[in-house]
């Protein structure tokens, strides 16, 4: 399941990239955290669902199901 410390939208095009692309030697977001480079996983779809919401909705009881995408 994907979580983060905090609510930070201008970095979630960094972790769409290396899970969902298979781009190459892309730089880390935060110079001062990191000085290697990313790569992306090009994870299968099924693998998304899990790390995006279903397994959320498995742990976390009484979440609503509505609206998400089905498999």
Not at 6 to 19: D, I
Not at 28 to 41: E, I, N, P, S, V
Not at 47 to 55: A, F, H, K, Q
Request: glycine share 6%; no cysteine.
């Amino acid at each position: 399941m994907f979580g983060k410390d905090t609510y930070a939208p201008s970095e979630f095009p960094y972790y769409w990239r290396v899970f969902e692309t298979a781009d190459e030697y892309f730089d880390y977001y935060r110079d001062y955290h990191a000085f290697w480079k990313l790569y992306g996983m090009n994870l299968p779809d099924a693998v998304l669902r899990r790390l995006y919401y279903e397994n959320a909705l498995k742990v976390t009881p009484g979440m609503p199901t509505a609206g998400w995408p089905r498999p």
